[in-house]
């Protein structure tokens, strides 16, 4: 009698690399149809950068940081919102393309578990107040891939890339041209100063810094003044 096998999931570009890190654990793909959604249903704004935080907070899509989500393909429709998305460790070239093609921009960032805790439950329900945590570096063997400007990485120079692309010759990423699009120049955009702004490294949250305390309760922001505390969560 034959033994049944089972028939292990296609990997998906770089999620076989990815979770080969210990620290690597959020390879969710967002579909487009749930980011319109959110949009849609004003659970999410457009006029400011989306990065995890602003996902997780509207409701409908949720992180776990210290478990290993498995990757998963949906199927892509067009995009109707001009957004700057801050992807979480991974960014698939459909997904890279459903936002380029409205004019958007899409940064794939790096969150060790501790970050990413930080970014989807900034405010405990225990109330306690903790000093904003500095974000990890990629491990060593990822950071290539954050690097690349076809990827979208965060630790690549995206805007001089995207200024050759508009300026000069330039061996375009397979996203470009796969899908089919030209990649947006955001410099004549109405939406430019949005659409540009983008992260320290270090950084979990837009606006605030590491080693700062948020106290809701007392409606106040806390900065380290002691030169070894600075020193400590400088980039």
Known sequence: MRQATTRSKPSLPHAELLQRSSLATLLHALCMGKLQRMIDTARLRTDRPVDVSELTATGLFSVKPYEKEEASCCRTIPLQATVNLEGACWASEALIAAVERNGGTITVAYYDPGALLAAVDPWPSSGEVWPIPRRMLPPQNLIDYYSDPKNRGYLADLHRWQGEVHSGPVTLSLALQKYGYALP??????HKEMLLERKDPRQIFYGLQP??????????????????LQQHYAS
């Open 185 to 190: 120049d955001i410099r004549s955009s109405p």
């Open 211 to 228: 080693g700062w305390v948020v106290s809701l309760k007392d409606k106040l922001i806390l900065k380290p003044t002691d030169p070894e």
